[in-house]
Nanobody, 126 residues
Framework: QLRLVESGGGLVQPGGSLRLSCAAS????????VGWFRQAPGKEREGVSC????????YSVESVKGRFTISRDNARNTVHLQMNGLKPEDTGVYYC???????????????????WGEGTQVTVSS
């Protein structure tokens, strides 16, 4: 079964950290670009961070630069999103996606999306 499963979400106070994981089964995640996205209540889904494939490059949108880091663990067929300095506006459901290419680095717009995960809730609140 071809799946992406996110984990690591939860409730955290402003300024805190969380580490999200996106685990793939049934296919090798290292053969795809991977993006993290989030959707806040009443808002459209937006890109957060994305990792290239062979170029080893990664990108983050302006609002999370310097706070969020995307990384690959190919041995575990997993991609992580380390989130530090969390703010209430980071609250939302976080999704990962595997795709063929990154169309726009600034927004992590992906082309040829292969799989989406089901999401994990992140709530930043005191």
């Amino acid at each position: 079964q071809l799946r992406l499963v996110e984990s690591g979400g939860g409730l955290v106070q402003p300024g805190g950290s969380l580490r999200l994981s996106c685990a793939a089964s049934g296919f090798a995640l290292e053969n795809y670009v991977v993006g993290w996205f989030r959707q806040a209540p009443g808002k459209e889904r937006e890109g957060v961070s994305c990792a290239g494939m062979s170029d080893g490059m990664d990108y983050s949108v302006e609002s999370v630069k310097g706070r969020f880091t995307i990384s690959r663990d190919n041995a575990r067929n997993t991609v992580h999103l380390q989130m530090n300095g969390l703010k209430p506006e980071d609250t939302g459901v976080y999704y990962c996606a595997a795709a063929e290419r990154i169309l726009t680095h600034a927004t992590c717009l992906l082309g040829g999306v292969y799989r989406w995960g089901e999401g994990t809730q992140v709530t930043v609140s005191s």
